[in-house]
């Protein structure tokens, strides 16, 4: 079984460009998620899909953060524009369904840094 | 605010011996505790997991204790291996408030041989 599929894997750009992640998660998991992870700390929840409609983006920065999932199965996460403090390893996960005890799988990560 | 703690940045262990990773925790409304384990330049692994309503699960070389009252949690790993030297992440939830997960800050384990 294929794992959660991320890209790219690193990323470099310039305070105030923006940028965008990309994930495909195991196929027919219906929740995904998007954790920020700065260095030294845990990850922290960024937003959080079922299907293609959003149960919880309550941690999401949206004045310059915005994430989608179209048709319910790919994401993609944009940072618009992108400060010194986004620089992070941005994680994406998925499980089966947000309900009960599943486990969640993640992908190897996109590493950002903001330059 | 840090709701899941973990205190130790590092730990180092003869290979062989028992590695025990602390948890702590400050929301009494998580109600289901899991172990990720790191590798650099990788995702999180899932280890192992426990329910609020147990004190122990073992799967293997893997035993989490909880003690609630204590709002503690513990891995042990015995016998420990080189090859479980990482970053090990302990995390919490509250299943009646969406499944994200709070995640401590890591304890990066070393086993030496």
């Known amino acids: 079984e294929a794992g959660v599929a991320q890209s790219p894997r690193y990323k470099i750009i310039e305070k105030r460009q923006s940028v965008a992640f990309w994930c495909n998660p195991i196929s027919g998991h219906a929740t995904l998620y998007w954790y920020q992870q700065i260095l030294g700390q845990g990850p922290k929840l960024l937003i959080q899909?079922?299907?293609?409609?959003?149960?919880?983006d309550s941690q999401l920065p949206k004045d310059r953060f915005s994430a989608e999932r179209l048709k319910g199965v790919d994401s993609t996460l944009k940072i618009q524009p992108a400060k010194l403090e986004d620089s992070a390893v941005y994680l994406c996960a998925s499980s089966l369904a947000g309900q009960g005890l599943q486990t969640q799988y993640f992908g190897p990560g996109t590493r950002l840094l903001v330059l | 605010d840090q709701q899941v703690k973990q205190n130790s940045p590092s730990l180092s262990v003869q290979e062989g011996r028992i590695s025990i990773l602390n948890c702590d925790y400050t929301n009494s409304m998580f109600d289901y505790f899991l172990w990720y384990k790191k590798y650099p330049a990788e995702g999180p692994t899932f280890l192992i997991s426990i329910s609020s309503i147990k004190d122990k699960n073992e799967d293997g070389r893997f035993t989490v204790f909880l003690n609630k009252s204590a709002k503690h949690l513990s891995l042990h790993i015995v016998p420990s291996q080189p090859g479980d030297s990482a970053v090990y992440f302990c995390a919490a939830r509250n299943s009646n408030s969406g499944y994200a997960l709070n995640f401590g800050k890591g304890t990066s384990l070393l086993v030496t041989p």
């Open positions: 899909f079922q299907n293609n409609g959003v149960v919880d």
